[in-house]
């Protein structure tokens, strides 16, 4: 039902920023909980933000104070601002669309983000 295509990945430097969006199809966007997550070599996929339907944000320790997640519904996006980063940031980074009511959970293709000097 809905597809996902995230895209700003790159190369930045520590102490650099970038800021990833996530672009959704369908109507229902707006009662979705998104989120990001990302992976890092030899790791499990882990939690790095999400952002309920009212806007309600959960963030990972780790990222607490240097990210943001944001969500536009009127342009079914979501983004993820990213500041000070750090080499432990590097990993593909993915969009997810949860929605416990509609059965939903979606991912996106991911987007590979490498913070080095």
């Known amino acids: 039902q809905v597809q996902l295509v995230e895209s700003g990945g790159g190369l930045v430097q520590p102490g650099g920023s970038l800021r990833l969006s996530c672009a959704a199809s369908g109507s229902r966007f707006s009662i979705y909980t998104m989120g990001w997550y990302r992976q890092a070599p030899g790791k499990q996929r882990e939690l790095v933000a999400t952002i309920t339907s009212g806007g309600t944000t959960n963030y990972a320790n780790s990222v607490k104070g240097r990210f943001t997640i944001s969500r536009d519904d009127a342009k079914r996006t979501v983004s993820l601002q990213m500041n000070s980063l750090k080499p432990e940031d590097t990993a593909v980074y993915y969009c997810?669309?949860?929605?416990?009511?509609?059965?939903?959970?979606?991912w996106g293709q991911g987007t590979q983000v490498t913070v080095s000097s």
């Open positions: 997810n669309a949860d929605s416990f009511r509609l059965g939903l959970n979606k």
